[in-house]
């Protein structure tokens, strides 16, 4: 008799977890709970797993300013994350959440680990922190997001030298539709409001770059609208292959497939176009929650690539 075919799926993950597991950080027991979700989006489901692994408030050596505002918009907020004794000339770090476009916040609920636990992983290893939030659809659509995005670079750029940061050393991380944000940023710079775009470098965790590659789903629909017309003035991709800004990309081995087709697809057209192909990465073990709930746990191995980054971009 044949397994389903799920079953099937779940068991081939497994195996490729245990495949993993001699050298994984990752703890076992989370990396069969991920393998047996499977390639799903469950923030919960995933938030259990991660939150008894990170700290909770106060946290030792921090100052944190909340709800700082970077222009008119109500959710036109972020939180800036420094050394308790705040030395001068380090490198920023600006994180953009996920939330499918019509919700999320910078942090997901007061009194939740995420994604506090990233600025804290950001100011353990040399960074300022800002974890900023967005306007969001059907109330704000595209280009609303790459907007706030350019915004926050601005306030950065402005403000964040009193606060021990180096306003020419920014790196701007995003994830989900934070990644999507992210790269029609870089990818237009007819919304750059610092020159060149203000940026050391970016990181995209599990975006989508073209919206042509498929049809998109009621979340992406209500940010980029119903018109097929609009979507290659809308996707990145291209914008992406110009920049001189340099480029990370990531996806996760146990994100849904399209975002890891849309990392091939920038992987292809990078290397094809750009002077040198872009920083790609594909997470063992990690779905699309995962990925980043286990920043600042034992589970360095997405944030060893991004200091290797940033290490290159010096």
Known sequence: MSLPRRALAVAAVLIATSTWAAESPMPPDIAQKLAQLGRVVDPP??????????????????????????????????????????????????????????????????????YDNIMLWAVKNGFIGVNMTYRLAPQSPWPAGAEDVASAVEWVSKEITERGGDPSRVYLMG?????????????????????????????????????????????????????PSRYPGESSLSGLLKTDIPLMAVSAELDPPVFVGQLETLKEAACKRRVGCARTLMLPQHSHMSEVYSINTNDNRLTDQIMDFVKAGK
């Open 45 to 114: 489901a995933t938030a259990k797993l991660y939150a008894p692994l990170q700290p909770k408030e106060p946290y030792f050596g921090v100052r944190i300013e909340r709800d700082l505002r970077y222009g008119p918009a109500e959710r036109n907020r972020l939180d800036a994350f420094m050394p308790q004794n705040v030395t001068s000339g380090r490198p920023v770090l600006i994180f953009v959440h996920g939330g499918a476009f019509v919700g999320g916040n910078k942090r997901r609920t007061p009194d939740s680990p995420f």
């Open 175 to 227: 994830h989900s539709a934070g990644a999507i944000h992210v790269a029609s940023y870089v990818s237009h710079p007819e919304f750059y409001k610092v020159r060149n775009g203000g940026l050391k470098g970016a990181i995209m965790v599990s975006g989508i770059y073209d919206l042509t590659a498929g049809p998109l789903n009621e979340p992406e629909r209500s940010y980029f609208g119903n018109d």
